[in-house]
C-alpha cells in the first residue's frame, strides 16, 4: 500500500541523529522544560521570524492557552473558519467562548474575508484564520478587518509550519499563532507537542504561565494584567519557596517535554527542504493528472503552499477511494464534517447550507499520498490510478 503519509521514512533519513538527540536526553536527567525546550523555542521563533515561542503539549492546548492569553472566555465570540480541524473550534468553547463560524473560499478553501465584517459582533474578541493544507489564508485582509473591530488575529499553522504569505512565514502574520507538531506534520514530533508564537511580550509571559499552572512571576504579571490591576514586582514575596507552587490563574500542566524539544531542533533545519520537496510532488500532480473527473488544489499567487496535503474534490468520492484501495494507494478526507455540522455545535443553531463551500468541500474532499520520501515510482503509480479513474 502507498500511504498517503509516513513518518517512518523521515525517521530513517535521520536515524543516527535522532537517536543521538533522544539519548543525550534521557542521559541527562532533565525531561521536563530546561535548556533543551529553550533552545527549540528561540530557534522555532527566528525561524518563524517572531520575538517569542512557547512550547506546550499539543497544538489544541496551543489555541486553548493563546485564546486565555488574550483574555478571552465567558461571553465572548471568535470567528473561525466553518472548514477545519474540530480543535480550533473546540479551543473557543473549551475557554467558555462561542465559536462563530464563515465559510471558506471556493479556490484556496481558506477563510473567506468577504465573509467576515458580516460575522462580527459587540461580542466579537478575536479571529482563527485556518492555514489549512498548508496554504496561508489572506491574512492582510483578515488583520485589517480583525483589528478594525480590535480583534486579536490568532493563527492556526497547525498544518502550516513553514509555508509563507507574501514572502512572510505563517506564525508571523497575526497577534499569536499555534502550530502542532503531531508526528505526521511537515515539522513533527515522535508523539504530541505544540507550540505558541507571538511578538508581544505580554501574551509570551501568560503563555509562559497558563501551561504551568498560572504559577510565577508570569502567572502574577498576568493575572494583574487580565483583571486591570497595577502590578510591582518587588512586592512579590515568595519566601523562598519554589514559585511553582504560588498559583494566579487556573492553568494546564502542557509542555512540551525535552526529548520532543530535542527531536524537532534536528528536524527543523531540514524543514525547508521538505517543503520544497513536496511543492516539486504537486507540481508533477499538477502537470500529469488530467483526469477531468477530480478539481486539483489553487494555490493564490502571494502564497508558498507546503502541502501537508494534496487536497482535490470529486463528485463520487466513495466510490474513488475504494478504487484506489483495490490499487493498493491510501487516500484520506481532510475533513469529511464541516464544523457547523458537528453534533458537538449543534446547540450553535446553525443548518446545513449555511455555509455551502465548506459543505462541498466536506462531501467531495480527498487527498492522495504525499509526502517527502515519495519515490518516483510511486508518483507514477498514483497519477497512473488516477487518471485511469472512471465513474
Keep these: 500500500m502507498i500511504p ?86 473546540e479551543a473557543i468553547a473549551q475557554v467558555g467562548a462561542t465559536p462563530v463560524f464563515v465559510d471558506i473560499t471556493p479556490d484556496t478553501y481558506t477563510m473567506d474575508p468577504a465573509q467576515l465584517e458580516a460575522a462580527f459582533s459587540e461580542r466579537t474578541k478575536a479571529v482563527i484564520p485556518v492555514h489549512i493544507y498548508g496554504q496561508a489564508a489572506d491574512m492582510d485582509e ?26 512572510r512565514r505563517t506564525c508571523s502574520l497575526g497577534d499569536v499563532a499555534c502550530v502542532s507538531f503531531f508526528p505526521t506534520k511537515n515539522l513533527g514530533a515522535a508523539g504530541d507537542a505544540g507550540i505558541i508564537v507571538t511578538d508581544s511580550e505580554d501574551l509570551y509571559k501568560a503563555a509562559q504561565a497558563f501551561r504551568v499552572h498560572g504559577s510565577g512571576l508570569n502567572g502574577a504579571y498576568t493575572y494583574a494584567r487580565l483583571n486591570g490591576l497595577d502590578y510591582d514586582e518587588s512586592r512579590i514575596d515568595f519566601h523562598g519557596n519554589l514559585p511553582k507552587y504560588y498559583n494566579y490563574l487556573v492553568g494546564f500542566n502542557s509542555r512540551i517535554d525535552a526529548l520532543q ?17 513536496r511543492r516539486e510532488i504537486a507540481a508533477i500532480y499538477d502537470e500529469r493528472i488530467t ?38 494507494i491510501a487516500t484520506g478526507v481532510y475533513f469529511p464534517v464541516p464544523m457547523h455540522e ?33 519515490t518516483q515510482d510511486e508518483i507514477n503509480t498514483v497519477i497512473d490510478a488516477v487518471n485511469a479513474y472512471s465513474e
Design 142 to 167: 483578515i488583520n485589517r478587518i480583525a483589528h478594525a473591530h480590535n480583534a486579536y488575529v490568532i493563527e492556526d499553522c497547525a498544518q502550516a509550519a513553514g509555508a509563507r504569505y507574501k514572502g
Design 291 to 328: 483526469n477531468p473527473l477530480f478539481t486539483k488544489p489553487v494555490v493564490a499567487e502571494y502564497n508558498e503552499h507546503i502541502f501537508y496535503v494534496y487536497p482535490m474534490k470529486v463528485n463520487n468520492r466513495a466510490s474513488f477511494r475504494a478504487y484506489m484501495e483495490e490499487r493498493g
Design 261 to 277: 524539544a530535542s527531536l524537532l531542533a534536528v528536524k527543523l533545519p531540514h524543514l525547508d527542504a521538505w517543503n520544497d520537496r
Design 4 to 89: 498517503v503519509m509516513n513518518v517512518q521514512r523521515q525517521y530513517m533519513s535521520l536515524q543516527e541523529e535522532l537517536d543521538n538527540a533522544a539519548l543525550e536526553v534521557l542521559h541527562s536527567g532533565g525531561y521536563i522544560l530546561g535548556p533543551k525546550v529553550q533552545a527549540f523555542e528561540q530557534q522555532f521563533a527566528q525561524y518563524c521570524g517572531a520575538k517569542y515561542a512557547v512550547g506546550v503539549g499539543n497544538g489544541t492546548d496551543a489555541l486553548v492557552i493563546a485564546l486565555l492569553a488574550c483574555g478571552i472566555g465567558a461571553g465572548d465570540e471568535v470567528i473561525t473558519t466553518a472548514m477545519t480541524f474540530v480543535s480550533t473550534a
Design 342 to 374: 458537528q453534533q458537538c455545535f449543534s446547540g450553535l443553531g446553525y443548518k446545513h447550507g449555511d455555509f455551502p463551500v465548506a459543505e462541498d468541500l466536506a462531501e467531495h474532499g480527498v487527498t492522495i499520498p504525499m509526502f517527502p520520501e515519495l
